[in-house]
């Protein structure tokens, strides 16, 4: 830039290269060759695992207090259901081996413990009774 006595500001203009920008070709870094006898690699063919599935099956069970305690509750709710449909099923008189499956991996499911006490309490309630009256109906079972 030049300054031409106080009144106007102009760029100065210097002789270039056609179709080069103004600036310059802006700040460059040299490669260094490559060393002989070595080869660049082609790329990368494939990425390997971090973690195998195990790994983020666990990750994905570990949960606050409060996902805990929604895992209870829909378990709880789960069983629930079950042994509702079991009602249903001996009132009507079509209760099968199916609906005692469906109780037995309910009762069987692993419970994750939580912090409050008064659920914890409801919880072992539901489980008691599912497990009652599975063990009344595996041995009306095995009688008839």
Known sequence: ????????????????????RPGGD??????????????????????AS??????????QDVGGPLERKRRSVRRAGQILDVLEGLKVALLGGDLDAGDLDR?????????????????????DEIETRAAVELAKLEAARRAA
């Not at 830039?1 to 080069?20: D, E, L």
């Not at 060759?33 to 063919?45: C, L, M, N, S, W």
């Not at 692993?110 to 309490?121: F, H, I, N, S, V």
């Open 50 to 59: 971090v973690m195998g599935v195990e790994a983020l099956l666990a990750l």
């Open 26 to 47: 802006g700040f460059r870094l040299a490669m260094p060759a490559p060393a002989a006898g070595t080869d660049r690699a082609g790329g990368v063919g494939g990425v």
């Open 1 to 20: 830039m030049k300054v031409s006595g106080t009144g106007s500001v102009s760029p100065v203009q210097g002789a270039g290269k056609a179709g080069q």
């Open 103 to 123: 109780l037995r991996r309910a009762v069987q499911e692993e419970r994750q413990a939580t912090d409050d006490a008064r659920l914890e309490g409801v919880l």
